[in-house]
């Protein structure tokens, strides 16, 4: 059970070492990291349940709302099923989160059956809902790409107009002298490009 909420009106100390923004904006989209560092404790079902109720205000083409979670807790009889789709990689610091998941997009839309070209995109937008909803609690909310996907779709029943398309790790965070020696140092906020190589006025300009 997590104990308290910290401060999301600021930068916190741990970003702003790390993270300078161009622009004023809310402060919510620069605390939100990827820690990996998890103390292994379970989450109430009102800690994390959340974070998926944010993911499903997320908007869609013709509010389809693709995405679909597949999740579960440490205490899940279905708990080793998750572990065992992750990488080593993986598996050597996110059998401490709390929560695993597995996000899926169904590829076509409700209303006719098309192909939805932009069921990812929409996925995305909801994911990021829910690890900002993570951030802004004071979790560690990680995605995951290292895992094995067939195996995810086979093992989860996922349907077949179904994409699984990423993994995330949920859980109380730990300090970084809890992780294995080499990902202690990665266990911080990491910078971005500047704004100039990703927003192009007019055309796509060549950075070279
Ligand atoms: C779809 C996706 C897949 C990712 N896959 C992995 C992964 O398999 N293992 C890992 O340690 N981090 C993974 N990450 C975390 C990214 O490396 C991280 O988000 C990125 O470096 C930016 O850092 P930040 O999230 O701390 O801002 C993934 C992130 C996303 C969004």
Known sequence: MQESVPDRDELRDEVAKHRTPEYDVDPLFVNRWSPRAMTGEPL??????????????????????????????????????????????????????????????????????????????????????LALEGARRGLAVHGMAGFDYERAAAELDVPEEFAVEAMVAIGERAPAETLPDELQERERPSDRKPLSEIVHQGGFRNQE
Not at 61 to 70: C, D, M, T, V
Not at 81 to 96: C, I, K, P, R
Request: aromatic share 16%; proline share 5%.
């Open 44 to 129: 109430d079902d009102e800690e994390f349940l959340p974070l998926f109720e944010a993911a499903r205000w997320a908007p869609s083409a013709f509010n389809n709302q693709h995405w679909r979670f597949l999740y579960a807790s440490r205490e899940d009889e279905e708990w080793d099923t998750f572990v065992d789709l992750l990488n080593e990689g993986n598996q050597s610091w996110a059998t401490d989160a709390a929560v695993l998941a597995v996000i899926v997009s169904k590829t076509t839309f409700d209303h006719n059956g098309e192909p939805a070209p932009v069921h990812s995109f929409d996925t995305g937008a909801a994911w990021e809902n």
